[in-house]
C-alpha cells in the first residue's frame, strides 16, 4: 500500500482584494480616536490599522503638572518630546505601516485633520503602494505649504478657534510645540472648545472626547511642506468627505482644499461625499464614516 505525504506545515490564508484602512489621527490626538469608526468597519468585514504617530499614543507626555492638582507655572517651562518630531518623521513611519500592509493587499490611506498633511506626504513618497487617498475634512495642501498658511485666507474665517488661544500654556517659540490644557475647569473656555469642535454632542460626549487628548503637538509637523505633488499625490485616486457644520476647518476651507487638488489634476478629481457634523462629531456617526470607505473603489 502506497502512502502520500503530505505538508503539515501550516500555510497562510489567501489573500483577497480587499483594502486595509489606515488611519491617521489629527493633531493632539492617537489611534484611539478611531476606535468607533475601526468597529464599524469591522461589522462590515474590513480590515483597518489606525497608527500612533511619533510621540502619541502610549508615547505621548503626560506630565505630572498636567495631572490634578496643576502646576500651570512649571508645566510652562517643561521641554517637550515633542519638540523634535517633524512631518517628515510622521511621513516615515506611515509609509513604513503602508510597505508592509501593502504585502497583504491594497491600502487606502485616511486622514483627519492634521492627519492630511502626513497622508499627503505618504502620498508623495509612495504612490505605487496606496490605492486611495481620503481626507476627513483634513489638511490636503497644494497651492500653500501647510496649515499655517491657509489659515491667514479667507476661507478660514468662519472658524471658532480664536478663543482656544486661552487654553495655551507656555512659550510655543521656546518649547517647539502647542501646549493646550484640555483638563481645564474654566466653563466659558470648554464651551468654546466644544462649539469649535464638537457642537453636535453632548456636553459628555464632548467631556469624553477631550480626556482622549494629549496636551502637545509639534510646531514642525504644522509648519512643514506639506504641499501634493502632481507626479505623486495627484497620480493616487482620492476622496474628500466634507464636514458641513465644522467649524474648526470651516466648509469653505475644505471647499477650497478640493477645488485646488482637482485644479492641480483635473484628469484625477476628488470624489466628494458630505457629512452634517462638526471637526469630530463624524466619530459620534461612524457608520456614516464606515458605509462611505465600504463603497470606495480601490
Given at each position: 500500500m502506497t502512502s502520500t505525504s503530505r505538508d503539515s506545515s501550516p500555510s497562510?490564508?489567501?489573500?483577497?482584494?480587499?483594502?486595509?484602512?489606515?488611519?491617521?489621527?489629527?493633531?493632539?490626538?492617537?489611534?484611539?480616536?478611531?476606535?468607533?469608526?475601526?468597529?464599524a468597519l469591522a461589522l462590515l468585514g474590513r480590515r483597518s490599522y489606525a497608527v500612533d504617530l511619533p510621540g502619541h499614543g502610549f508615547d505621548a507626555q503626560y506630565s505630572s503638572a498636567y495631572q490634578a492638582p496643576q502646576d500651570l507655572e512649571a508645566w510652562a517651562v517643561e521641554p517637550s518630546k515633542l519638540a523634535g518630531v517633524t512631518l517628515r518623521d510622521?511621513?516615515?513611519?506611515?509609509?513604513?505601516?503602508?510597505?508592509?500592509l501593502a504585502e497583504h493587499g491594497p491600502v487606502?490611506?485616511?486622514?483627519?485633520?492634521?492627519?492630511?498633511?502626513?497622508?499627503?506626504?505618504?502620498?508623495?513618497?509612495?504612490?505605487?503602494?496606496?490605492?486611495?487617498?481620503?481626507?476627513?475634512?483634513?489638511?490636503?495642501?497644494?497651492?500653500?505649504?501647510?496649515?499655517?498658511?491657509?489659515?491667514?485666507?479667507?476661507?478660514?474665517?468662519?472658524?471658532?478657534?480664536?478663543?482656544?488661544?486661552?487654553?495655551?500654556?507656555?512659550?510655543?517659540?521656546?518649547?517647539?510645540?502647542?501646549?493646550?490644557?484640555?483638563?481645564?475647569?474654566?466653563?466659558?473656555?470648554?464651551?468654546?472648545?466644544k462649539a469649535a469642535i464638537m457642537a453636535d454632542g453632548t456636553d459628555e460626549q464632548?467631556?469624553?472626547?477631550?480626556?482622549?487628548?494629549?496636551?502637545?503637538?509639534?510646531?514642525?509637523?504644522?509648519?512643514?511642506?506639506?504641499?501634493?505633488?502632481?507626479?505623486?499625490?495627484?497620480?493616487?485616486p482620492r476622496t474628500y468627505i466634507r464636514l458641513a457644520d465644522d467649524r474648526s476647518i470651516p466648509v469653505a476651507m475644505q471647499d477650497r482644499l478640493i477645488a485646488e487638488g482637482d485644479a492641480l489634476t483635473p484628469g484625477n478629481p476628488y470624489d466628494v461625499h458630505t457629512l452634517a457634523t462638526s471637526h469630530v462629531g463624524f466619530l459620534l456617526e461612524p457608520a456614516k464614516v464606515a458605509g462611505i470607505l465600504d463603497r470606495l473603489t480601490v
Open positions: 497562510k490564508p489567501a489573500r483577497d482584494a480587499d483594502p486595509t484602512f489606515v488611519l491617521v489621527h489629527g493633531s493632539c490626538s492617537s489611534s484611539l480616536m478611531w476606535a468607533p469608526v475601526q468597529r510622521n511621513i516615515d513611519m506611515v509609509v513604513d505601516v503602508v510597505r508592509r487606502v490611506l485616511v486622514g483627519a485633520s492634521l492627519g492630511g498633511t502626513t497622508v499627503t506626504g505618504v502620498g508623495n513618497t509612495v504612490p505605487d503602494l496606496v490605492s486611495r487617498l481620503v481626507y476627513i475634512s483634513a489638511w490636503s495642501c497644494v497651492r500653500r505649504a501647510n496649515p499655517m498658511e491657509y489659515m491667514q485666507e479667507p476661507e478660514f474665517g468662519e472658524n471658532l478657534l480664536a478663543p482656544l488661544a486661552a487654553l495655551n500654556v507656555g512659550n510655543p517659540a521656546e518649547l517647539g510645540v502647542g501646549r493646550a490644557n484640555y483638563r481645564t475647569a474654566d466653563p466659558d473656555l470648554i464651551a468654546a472648545a464632548f467631556r469624553a472626547f477631550l480626556n482622549i487628548l494629549q496636551p502637545d503637538e509639534s510646531l514642525a509637523v504644522i509648519a512643514g511642506d506639506a504641499r501634493g505633488h502632481a507626479d505623486t499625490w495627484g497620480t493616487i
